[in-house]
């Protein structure tokens, strides 16, 4: 990696891709400095002179000082070193500037920054398919039986220190479409809805019962039972918030719609009248 004392020659390095393009281009650039030195050959004095050679390792040097090695070196990034080449060039050899011969030097120099250790959006997608190649012999292999796709993606990807949408593209794996159950019926026992009012303070229940306080605290256990009861059975949904159980849940992509209901059970205990399932969480019934 760059450091304080190989820095100047990691900069001579690009600027030196820079040359070579302004060399290939026939590039002229006028600088009063690179006038006024006397040199026996002045075809062998280097294209970016003095303080154009400055503004550039400026802008490099700028940009090393403020890398964080968790994040990758851009396009974006090269092209504001690029761009400060334009910046030199007379406006009449701007024309050298094309789309391909720009695709070139970007190349180049982030083949310069993967030689020193920077990882490039170039470097950083060899790494992680090569890595991700016994990763997708395991899933060819059927080992997900009891885990989703994006579950093991999650995971794989936090191994190779990588995004999840980096996994999906790199390892060209079709990211599965989500699916929702939802308007999910639960098939709760008021006994247990009983149970839990009575454990709670009169505080905590009335609130749970919309009530006021001291009208709960004054009935007895069989009139508090009562009331829950006819507050439940009118108000759908209510039983389930109150035990904790969601109206919308995504099946993982291991569960086929025919067991989506076992899945559910499984996943929270209880069981249940029935459900809707669909890939937009209820804007398009599928069932």
Not at 38 to 63: C, F, N, Q, T, W
Not at 133 to 155: F, G, Q, Y
Request: charged share 35%.
């Amino acid at each position: 990696m760059v450091n304080a004392n190989n820095k100047a020659e990691f900069k001579g390095q690009i600027i030196d891709a820079l040359e070579d393009f302004c060399a290939e281009m026939k590039i002229s650039i006028p600088n009063d400095e690179k006038d006024n030195d006397d040199y026996d050959d002045p075809e062998e004095m280097a294209i970016i002179y003095g303080s154009d050679y400055d503004v550039i390792g400026d802008e490099i040097e700028y940009l090393i000082d403020h890398h964080d090695e968790t994040e990758i070196i851009s396009d974006y990034d090269v092209m504001l070193i690029i761009g400060k080449l334009k910046d030199i060039v007379p406006e009449d050899e701007q024309g050298c500037f094309t789309r391909e011969s720009e695709t070139g030097l970007m190349c180049k120099i982030k083949d310069i920054f993967a030689k020193w250790g920077f990882e490039t959006a170039d470097t950083r997608e060899k790494r992680i398919t090569v890595l991700l190649h016994n990763a997708i012999s395991c899933l060819l292999d059927n080992t997900l039986a009891d885990e989703s796709l994006e579950d093991w993606v999650e995971e794989t990807a936090k191994e190779l220190d990588c995004t999840t949408e980096e996994l999906y593209k790199y390892g060209n794996i079709e990211k599965p479409v989500e699916r929702y159950a939802y308007d999910i019926e639960w098939d709760v026992d008021y006994d247990e809805v009983y149970e839990m009012l009575d454990n709670m303070t009169y505080e905590e229940a009335a609130e749970s019962l919309e009530m006021p306080k001291e009208r709960y605290a004054n009935m007895s256990t069989d009139e508090r039972h009562d009331y829950a009861y006819d507050y439940f059975r009118h108000r759908p949904g209510a039983i389930d918030d109150f035990i904790g159980l969601p109206q919308k849940v995504r099946i993982p992509s291991n569960v086929f719609d025919d067991n989506a209901a076992d899945w559910l059970s499984d996943e929270y205990g209880y069981c249940l009248y029935g459900f809707r399932l669909s890939t937009d969480g209820g804007k398009d019934d599928a069932e």
